[in-house]
């Protein structure tokens, strides 16, 4: 399976602000690899972003997996993903959850295999790559 080139972040008119928090960079990287984008602002929003229904389906199928395999209480919905459509949001819903800190604790171990799983697709994607020079 080769892997989609990401796309730049769209020209938003919201000024770019970076995840600072844990969970933060977390859905980032989610969003990020759903969305097939270099980079996604806290404030910016699904819409703007271009993101589609098949989208926010993926996003919560990943959030659903990561939570799933977990102790906490965090549950979030589709619709819960639609109600805060940006980072920001969402990431504040998460960390207000009965179980916050076992849920940030779960997330920052996640981070951690979700970088190796990154890492993993990007050098088996490489092995994939056409010559340079090929055409299609």
């Known amino acids: 399976?080769?892997?989609?080139?990401?796309?730049?972040?769209?020209?938003?008119?919201?000024?770019?602000?970076?995840?600072?928090?844990?969970?933060?960079?977390l859905l980032t990287a989610i969003w990020m690899d759903v969305l097939a984008l270099e980079d996604i602002g806290l404030n910016d929003s699904l819409e703007d972003l271009g993101c589609s229904s098949l989208h926010v389906v993926q996003i919560h199928s990943k959030l659903a997996r990561l939570f799933?395999?977990?102790?906490?209480?965090?549950?979030?919905?589709?619709?819960?993903?639609?109600?805060?459509?940006?980072?920001?949001?969402?990431?504040?819903?998460?960390?207000?959850?009965?179980?916050?800190?076992?849920?940030?604790?779960?997330?920052?171990?996640?981070?951690?295999?979700?970088?190796q799983s990154a890492f993993l697709r990007f050098r088996e994607g490489r092995r994939n790559l056409p010559a340079k020079g090929a055409h299609f």
Request: aromatic share 8%; charged share 20%; net charge positive.
């Open 68 to 115: 799933s395999s977990t102790d906490t209480s965090v549950s979030i919905s589709i619709t819960t993903i639609f109600q805060f459509p940006t980072i920001r949001k969402l990431a504040s819903f998460i960390e207000r959850g009965n179980n916050a800190p076992q849920a940030w604790a779960y997330i920052v171990k996640s981070r951690a295999a979700l970088q």
């Open 1 to 25: 399976h080769v892997l989609a080139e990401k796309r730049p972040r769209p020209v938003l008119q919201q000024t770019y602000v970076g995840a600072r928090t844990e969970t933060e960079r």
